[in-house]
């Protein structure tokens, strides 16, 4: 800015910094892999216009908000930020799922040692309550199958959407 280096979206777009430019405060000149990446999903024109709207106090959060963004769209060109979205909905659901396993093993375990229980207790095999709680029955549906089942896809849809997570949790979107 004025005599200094110009920041990362100026050296990229090839253009004088001047003080009143909008992007130095958010693409400093010493990372340029963060503008290059946002210029390349969102377009300079359509950031500026975005950062204009906001008042200041919020577009440091917009700057984040738009650099995550577009690393997600860059690795996951089809579903981007709701691809991630929908493998961290999956995770809480297989939890959730885990969760309920165990502690209906554990009421079962703790019926079986107190005979004296107040409740009427049958006989109660684990492999069944576990496989009730597996099943297609239950509130854990798996999101993706959920959602992005379309009848012209065929089974294999899942491991597509599982080779896209599992680069989702190698790497970090904010880099």
């Known amino acids: 800015m004025g005599g200094s280096s110009p920041c990362a979206s100026c050296k990229l777009l090839r253009r004088r910094c001047t003080q009143e430019c909008i992007f130095a405060p958010y693409f400093p000149s010493d990372d340029p892999r963060k503008f290059a990446i946002v210029h390349k999903v969102f377009g300079a024109s359509n950031i500026s216009k975005m950062l204009q709207e906001l008042p200041v106090h919020q577009r440091a959060d917009a700057v984040s908000s738009l650099v995550f963004e577009a690393n997600a769209r860059v690795r996951d060109p089809v579903y ?58 239950n509130n854990y549906q798996i999101l993706p199958q959920q959602y992005l089942s379309f009848p012209s896809s065929s089974s294999s849809s899942s491991s597509v959407f599982q080779d896209s997570y599992d680069s989702l949790k190698r790497e970090s979107f904010w880099t």
């Open 80 to 137: 981007g930020c709701v691809g991630a979205i929908s493998y961290l909905q999956d995770q809480v659901s297989q939890l959730q799922m885990q969760l309920a396993v165990a502690q209906t093993e554990i009421l079962c375990i703790q019926m079986q040692q107190d005979p004296a229980a107040s409740l009427p207790v049958h006989q109660v095999d684990h492999q069944d309550v576990k496989s009730l709680l597996l099943s297609d029955h």
